[in-house]
C-alpha cells in the first residue's frame, strides 16, 4: 500500500528550472556505471509484475510478455493483461482517489512530483539500463529518455506552482477576481514504446500534478519500464488510486476506458492511425457523460531535413546520419526525407553514403551506434517498405536485415536517393532506419515539398542565408523547427514539443502552456462587502 502524502513533508525545489545534465560515456567511470547497471537488470529478467489498482495488486489469467529486441529469447518481464473486466474496477478506483487528491493542495502534489524526480535521478543508471535491455535504445539514447523523464518532473512541478499564482489581467473595484486552474478528473495515459519512460513519466506527471487520476496503460512492447515507474510513485508517496497501472491490449482495455461516460480526458502518444480512432472515440457521447472529452494527441511525422546549396554540408550530412539512424530511426521527429539542392546533391549523397557506412549495428548492450527495431512485426513491416524503395529509388545504404548485428530485430540503415514528391517512400511513416533523398529545385520547391505531408511534426534547414531562415520560420509548417542543426533531440523548457495536421494536437510538451491542456479555468469574482 502507498504512503499517505499526509505522512510526508513538503520539500519544495528552490531555484529556476535546470535541464539534467548529459552523461558522458567517455568517461572511464560513468561506462563501469552503466555496465553494473545492465547487469543489475539482467539479474532481475523474467520477473512477473502485478496490475495496480486502487493499491491493490492483482493478477490476471493471460499474460504480456515483454522480450528484448536484440534476443528475442530472451524474457524482460511478465505483465498481467488487463482486459473488459478490469475497466470498472481501475475507473472507479481513480475516481475514488479523485476526491481526495482534487483536494490536495498543489504544494503537496509538486512535492511529491520533485521526489518522484530525486528518486529517479538517483537510479538513473538502472533506468536507463532496463531501457536498454526492453526497447533497444543505446546508452546515449537511454540517457536523453531518463534525463527527459527528470526534466518533466522537474518543470511540470515548477509549473504547477506557477499556475497557481496567476492573477486576473484586472481587478474591478469592489470585487476580488480570479481566475484558478482546478483539475479535470480521470484521464486515460496511453504512452507509446519508442520513448517509454519519459512520455509515459511526462503525461502521467502532468495529469498527477495538475490534480487528475489516472489510468495508465503502458505499451505492450515497454511495460516493465512504466512497472518501474509506477514504483517509483509509490515510493514517493502517492496515494492510492491515484495512478492505476494496468497494461493491456490497446483494442480491449484501452478502448474500452476512451470510451467509459466517466474519463474525463486522453492523452496519448502514437500512430496517425489510432490517435484518429481514439479522437473519434472520444468525441462520440455515451450514455451518462455530461463533459466534451479532451484529447491531448501526438501522432508522428514524415519530417524533412532542407539542404540548401550555400549551407554547411559536413554539419549537413552529420546532422541528417544521426537524425535519421538515431535510434534505428523510430523517434517520431526521425528524419525520413533529406531534400537536397540539385547543385550539391551528388557531392552530399557521395559524403552521406559515406557517413552511413560508419554506423555500427549491433547488441545496444554493448553501446553500439544501432541497436534493433522493436519487434519482429515493425521489421517486417520496414523490410516491405525498403522493397518499395527498392523499386522507386536507387539504393545507397543497406537494405535489408544485419544478420551479423546478432540473433534481434537489427536492420541495416538504409538510405534511397532519387525518391520522388508524392511517392510512398516520401510519404508514409516507415518508423525505422530507412531515409529517402529528394532533389530540390531550389529553397522555395524545397520548402513544397517539406510541406507536401499531411503531417507538420519536426523539420530542420541548413542554410547560411538570412533570407532563406526567415522563409522557412514563415513557411516551414512544422511544430518545431530547426536551423542548422538535426531535427531530433528537443530539450524540455527550450523546445516545446508537438506537431501540426496530422501530428497532433500541438500539445508542446515541456512548454509553459502544457498544464492547461490537463486542467479548466474557473473565473471567480466576489463582491467585497
Known amino acids: 500500500m502507498a504512503t499517505t502524502l499526509s505522512t510526508l513533508p513538503i520539500h519544495l525545489q528552490d531555484g529556476p528550472f535546470v535541464n539534467d545534465p548529459v552523461i558522458d560515456f567517455s568517461v572511464p567511470e560513468n561506462a563501469r556505471k552503466m555496465r553494473e547497471a545492465i547487469a543489475l537488470v539482467r539479474s532481475q529478467l523474467g520477473r512477473e509484475y502485478d496490475m495496480v489498482i486502487g493499491g491493490k495488486r492483482l493478477r490476471t489469467e493471460h499474460k504480456i510478455r515483454s522480450v528484448n529486441p536484440s534476443c528475442a529469447a530472451e524474457l524482460v518481464g511478465l505483465h498481467q493483461d488487463a482486459g473488459l473486466a478490469e475497466v470498472e474496477p481501475a475507473m ?67 509549473e504547477a506552482l506557477r499556475l497557481a499564482k496567476v492573477e486576473t489581467a484586472v481587478q474591478l473595484p469592489g470585487e476580488r477576481d480570479q481566475l484558478v486552474y482546478i483539475p479535470l478528473g480521470v484521464g486515460a495515459v496511453i504512452p507509446p514504446w519508442n ?72 492523452a496519448f502518444t502514437g500512430s496517425r492511425e489510432v490517435g484518429l480512432d481514439v479522437n473519434a472515440r472520444a468525441a462520440q457521447q455515451q450514455p451518462g457523460q455530461i463533459w466534451i472529452k479532451r484529447t491531448i494527441l501526438e501522432m508522428g511525422g514524415k519530417d524533412a531535413m532542407v539542404i540548401d546549396a550555400d549551407g ?38 557521395e559524403r552521406l553514403q559515406e557517413r552511413v557506412g560508419k554506423i555500427v549495428v549491433g547488441d545496444p548492450a554493448d553501446n553500439a551506434d544501432m541497436g534493433p527495431v522493436i519487434s519482429e512485426g515493425a521489421m517486417n513491416k520496414i523490410l516491405q517498405y525498403i522493397e518499395k524503395g527498392k523499386k522507386d529509388g536507387r539504393l545507397l545504404n543497406g537494405g535489408g536485415r544485419d544478420e551479423a548485428a546478432g540473433n534481434g530485430y537489427f536492420l541495416q540503415p538504409t538510405v534511397f536517393a532519387d525518391i520522388l514528391p508524392g511517392s510512398t517512400l516520401e510519404q508514409e511513416e516507415i518508423f525505422g532506419p530507412v531515409l529517402a533523398v529528394i532533389k530540390s529545385r531550389g529553397f522555395e520547391h524545397a520548402m513544397e515539398i517539406a510541406n507536401g505531408t499531411q503531417f ?19 513557411d516551414f509548417h512544422v511544430g518545431n523547427l530547426y536551423i542548422n542543426r538535426k531535427c531530433t533531440g528537443a530539450i524540455v523548457g527550450a523546445h516545446p514539443f508537438g506537431g501540426f495536421n496530422m501530428s497532433g494536437t500541438d500539445s508542446k510538451a515541456g512548454g509553459p502552456d502544457y498544464l492547461l491542456l490537463f486542467t479548466q479555468g474557473k473565473s471567480i469574482a466576489e463582491k467585497i462587502r
Open 92 to 158: 472507479q478506483a481513480a475516481l475514488k482517489a479523485f476526491e481526495g487528491w482534487r483536494q490536495t493542495s498543489v504544494e503537496e502534489r509538486a512535492s511529491l512530483v520533485f521526489r518522484v524526480a530525486r528518486i529517479i535521478r538517483e537510479r538513473k543508471y538502472e533506468f536507463m539500463a532496463w531501457l536498454v535491455v526492453e526497447v533497444g535504445k543505446n546508452w546515449a539514447e537511454a540517457d536523453g529518455d531518463v534525463g527527459e523523464t527528470i526534466d518533466f518532473a522537474e518543470f511540470y512541478a515548477r
Open 195 to 266: 520513448f517509454p519512460c519519459a512520455i509515459m513519466a511526462g503525461m502521467t506527471m502532468a495529469s498527477i500534478v495538475s490534480g487528475n487520476t489516472v489510468i495508465l496503460k503502458p505499451s505492450h512492447d515497454a511495460p516493465t519500464i512504466a512497472a518501474k515507474f509506477m514504483e517509483v510513485l509509490e515510493e514517493a508517496g502517492l496515494p492510492d488510486g491515484v495512478v492505476n497501472f494496468c497494461a493491456g491490449s490497446g483494442a480491449t482495455f484501452g478502448r474500452a476506458v476512451v470510451e467509459h461516460p466517466k474519463t474525463r480526458y486522453i
Open 312 to 349: 554547411d554540408l559536413d554539419a549537413a550530412v552529420e546532422g541528417v546520419a544521426l537524425a535519421a539512424f538515431g535510434y534505428s530511426g523510430q523517434k517520431c521527429s526521425a528524419c525520413s526525407r533529406a531534400i537536397v539542392d540539385e547543385r550539391i546533391y551528388d557531392v552530399f549523397l
Open 456 to 474: 507538420g511534426l519536426t523539420g530542420a534547414i541548413y542554410t547560411s542565408s538570412q533570407e532563406k531562415i526567415d522563409m522557412a520560420k514563415r
